[in-house]
């Protein structure tokens, strides 16, 4: 295929319409004349831009005895780059008053981008730098070891990330993803700005690189600022070995870390579906009614709202690249862990062997379909979806299908994987408190 | 304190969002309806969206002696049914029809939000209206529910030391005033609250002429007029709102400082808080001045505190300041450090006091103040992004006693801000009579 020479354009329009209103956005796949691809809305009525990337790889790829250093990037990508110091760097960061952040994931290792459109190109000349060339200097490396040390203690005592991590470690030992994705105090005293290079020349590269942008930019000035910010970063990242599929146990399996303290964290789970499996979606509409965040979910239903046992509960589905894990955490005081459990997996059991009933899921599509436009309502909010939409390789058009698809979902579909997905008898379990009654 | 956890909690959205600026012109319009109920409208036609919230006018600070955390037990009991839709309908119906909904209570006010496609928000305002005077409530749905605020204050205060100790520190920061009772309730006390309490507390202050309706998003003024008057325009007023007048504070004579051990810390910290008066007490000038100090004392890595504390002295990596003064009666201005490991929090406050006594005596430089204010105004910026935080801007101020002015003149009031300003809101400020310190520790004793 010939090399582009200009900003590349496929449209695709998507409606939401509803019975009062037909507004529509567009996303376009922007190609840059270097061959940088990103999906774009145009926003022109607020002057800002809001641009969200992401490279393959995360956490998982961190190695051993420095777990944490794709962490520890995050927080020294704005500490210094090229022949500017952490000082120099920061200070004509904020007269341009642009923010930048970079989020390490399991599988993704994400950036932000915000910037006011009258200071568009200094800030990404800015970004630019600091993506290609940050520095890693010893004053700024060893402040950031003190906050990443201080962090790696807090989540030592925070008894919700102690009964994730321990949840983790009991489903998935050995792999990669159940280490702990900021480090032990070891790992964090131990990296170096070496260790610190290797992971930026291992994370930035433009062969996993994924963009969307929303905002007050058209798609012919947004090609050359793709080039200016990524054009300079490596083609392919260096040659490593992929991690294999990753091997969940089975339960049942019930682990307590006892804390003195007045409530239980407990959660609770097995292994499940990844994204692309062919019934995703109606494994998701039969989690939505089990389990969602809100008032109205089974769980909540039995456990928060009749009985007053807990502030929240919620049990869903999390696909990630090598696997998906299906989990949920309730907290309760410790008198009633057993009790609320004991519950959950009752609940869960019925569920399994009868489904919801036709309005349940009625009542779920209406939502899930009636909701989806909430979730673009902000430039950040749909440079966050088009950059997720990328990562799970749904294709430009899925906001369009979404809906259509969730509406499609049958009784039987929902019930088949209510059986599939839903192990009440084999959980495994992990209560961080002073329980009483759990098994 | 919420209805359940899904959004920051507004302390946060409030500091968030310092206030909005010129540059951004928001595009707001106000009216009242004949029963005295405020409406606000900021359209955003970005996204055929709506925010639709009902803030009323009163709060924690409210509540009768004896009575901490009815008004947030209410809170939670306003989903659980009136006749016309009973039995929990209200969030299934919210549902249903593809909304997002939650609630919030604090010291001066309580909040109800949906987030629903713009041809739902005749909907949404009709369940609003319904249940602002229609609640009806029993034991079987009250006791369970204040069951569920049990288990959100353990989950959020008694499971979390830095919740613990916080408590602690308003307590005696108030000697007088009720923001010394926290929003959720002591235990004792919610532990016994009835059907009757809030039954008691709906009818004193759920009225129109208590309430504000904001709605943000893909709507005109006119719209919303025209809905507003069918749904809320026929609520009559029952009764008087008995009138806000809460105890004030003596004059402080002595710092306070109060210290906690807890086996859960994994490090200690250490923080100040000093009372201040309210936004609606204070010239938009001092308020922006105490605003900008604290962005010079602790916003960021070019302030006081990153420079000295993390940079050249190496005692703390986390540290920083904050003013915060949306409330009805008084603020606060905070600072705050973590030490580093192997640092003591004597050296800290030492450091820390060092740097503010260095503020209060030498003033700050035109260069600080310059950069400080142009970070606030691009924080503001920013803020049009969200229609959620836009409307609870103009939520707060008017359920503080703060004008809609107050919000549109923001950025031309803070380029008015002097380094004389700034330096006589940190003489008036930094009192330390006005003060509480808190240190959390690891180790025992007590809990």
Redo the contacts between chains.
């Keep these: 295929m010939p090399k582009p020479l200009h900003t590349l354009l496929l449209v695709v329009g998507l409606f ?1 319409a ?6 529509a ?1 567009t996303i376009q796949e922007v190609t840059s004349p270097g061959g940088i691809k990103a999906w774009l809305v145009e ?1 022109h ?4 831009m ?1 641009m969200n990337y992401s490279f393959r790889g995360g956490t998982e790829y961190d190695p051993p005895a420095k777990e944490g250093v794709s962490e520890f990037l995050t927080g020294m990508m704005d500490e210094g780059a090229g022949d500017m110091l ?2 120099e760097f ?2 004509k960061r ?2 341009l ?1 642009f ?1 930048m952040s970079f989020d390490a994931g399991s599988d993704f290792f994400e950036g932000s981008f ?1 910037t ?1 459109s009258r200071n568009r190109d200094a800030s990404a000349d800015l970004l630019k730098l600091a993506i290609t060339s940050p520095r890693f200097d010893a ?1 700024p490396l ?3 070891r ?2 990443f ?2 962090n790696v ?2 989540k ?2 925070d ?1 919700e990330s102690l009964a994730w991590q321990a949840w983790m470690e009991d489903i998935l030992p050995g792999d990669p993803y159940s280490r702990r994705d900021e480090g032990t105090e070891a790992s964090i005293g131990a990296i170096t700005a070496d260790d610190l290079h290797a992971a930026h020349r291992r994370i930035f590269n433009r062969d996993t690189l994924q963009v969307a942008v929303v905002g007050d930019i058209s798609a012919k000035e947004l090609g050359p600022l793709l080039d200016k910010v990524f054009g300079d970063l490596p083609a392919k990242a260096p040659e490593q070995a992929q991690l294999p599929a990753a091997k969940p146990a089975m339960g049942p399996k019930l682990q307590v870390i006892k ?5 239980s ?1 407990i959660v609770f789970g097995t292994e499940a579906i990844e994204r692309d499996d062919p019934d995703f979606i109606p494994a998701y509409v039969m989690s939505e009614i089990l389990g969602s ?4 979910s089974r769980l909540s239903e039995e456990i ?9 509960v919620s049990y869903g589905l999390n696909p990630m690249t090598r696997l998906g894990l299906y989990a949920g955490v309730l ?3 410790n008198a009633t862990a057993g009790e609320a459990l004991d519950l959950a997996r009752e609940v869960m059991k019925k569920y399994a062997e009868d489904g919801p009933t036709q309005k349940e899921l009625d ?1 779920a599509k ?9 979730r ?5 909010a749909i440079a966050n979806q088009l950059l997720g939409l990328q990562q799970q390789n749904l294709g430009i058009d899925y906001v369009q299908k979404r809906n259509a698809m969730v509406n499609a979902v049958t009784l039987d579909q929902v019930k088949a994987q209510a059986k599939r997905l839903l192990h009440p008898d084999r959980l495994i379990v992990t209560v961080v408190g002073k329980p009483e009654g759990v098994k | 304190m919420m ?4 959004l920051m909690p507004v302390v946060f959205a409030v500091l968030a969002a310092a206030g909005p600026a010129r540059a ?1 012109d928001i595009d707001v319009t106000s009216f009242t309806l004949a029963n005295g109920m405020q409406v606000v409208v900021i359209p ?6 709506v925010t639709h919230m009902v803030w009323y006018k009163a709060g924690a600070a409210d509540e009768e002696q004896g009575k901490a955390g009815v008004a947030h037990l209410l809170e939670h009991l306003m ?1 659980k049914g009136t006749p016309a839709h009973p039995d ?1 309908d209200f ?2 119906i919210v ?6 909904e939650n609630a919030f209570t604090t010291q001066d006010y309580t909040a109800y939000f949906q ?6 928000l005749p909907l949404v305002m009709e369940l609003e209206a319904d249940r602002m005077q229609n609640l009806e409530l029993t034991d079987e749905t009250v ?10 204050r ?2 959020r205060t ?2 979390e030391p830095s919740g613990l100790l916080n408590e602690q520190m308003d307590a005696a920061m108030y000697t007088a005033h009720p923001y010394g009772k926290p929003v959720i309730g002591w235990m004792p006390q919610v532990s016994k609250l009835t059907r009757q309490d809030a039954m008691d507390f709906y009818a004193a202050h759920y009225e129109p002429e208590n309430a504000i309706l904001i709605v943000a ?2 709507v005109t003024p006119d719209e919303v007029k025209t809905l507003a008057e069918r749904y809320y325009g026929p609520l009559k007023n029952k009764r008087p709102i008995p009138e806000r007048v809460r105890a004030e504070e003596p004059p402080p004579n002595a710092e306070r400082r109060v210290t906690m051990h807890d ?5 200690p910290s250490w923080q100040r808080q000093y009372l201040t008066p309210a936004a609606r007490q204070l010239p938009a000038r001092d308020e922006l001045a105490m605003s900008l100090l604290a962005e010079i004392i602790g916003g ?3 302030s006081r505190f990153y420079q000295t504390l ?2 050249d002295k ?1 005692l703390a ?2 540290s920083g300041a904050w003013f915060d003064d949306d409330q009805l009666d008084y603020g606060t201005f905070g600072v705050y450090a ?1 030490p ?2 192997g640092v003591t929090i004597e050296a800290v406050e030492a450091e820390v006091d060092a740097i503010l006594n260095d503020v209060v005596s030498k003033g700050v430089t035109q260069e600080e103040l310059d ?1 400080s204010r ?2 606030m ?2 924080s503001a ?2 803020l ?4 959620d935080k836009l409307a609870r801007l103009f939520g707060v101020a008017l359920a503080t006693g703060q004008t809609i002015d107050d919000v549109k003149n923001w950025d031309k009031n803070l380029a008015t801000v002097t380094v004389d300003d700034v330096n006589k809101a940190a003489r008036t400020l930094l009192n330390r009579n006005a003060s509480v310190t808190g240190v959390l520790l690891p180790g025992e004793g007590g ?1």
């Design positions: 939401f509803s019975a009062a209103s037909a507004n956005f926003e009525a607020i002057p800002l809001a952490s000082a920061q200070k904020d007269a008053a923010r915000q006011l004053e060893e402040r950031v003190q906050q040390l201080l203690k807090d030592d005592q008894p804390r003195d303290m007045p409530q964290v965040g809100s008032l109205t928060r709202e009749k009985r007053g046992l807990t502030y929240g907290q309760t005081k009542d209406t939502f899930l379909t009636g909701s989806y436009a909430l673009f309502s902000s430039n950040s | 209805l359940f956890k899904r951004l955003d036609h970005r996204a055929p969206v989903f929990g969030s299934r549902r249903a029809n593809g909304g997002d987030r629903v496609m713009k041809d739902r006791l369970p529910e204040r069951a569920v605020v049990l288990e959100e353990r989950q008694d499971n998003g893909d086996p859960r810390v994994s490090s960021g890595n070019q993390a940079i190496k990596a986390y973590s580093n490991p950069r142009n970070n105004i691009a910026v920013y049009l992004d969200s229609q809990q």
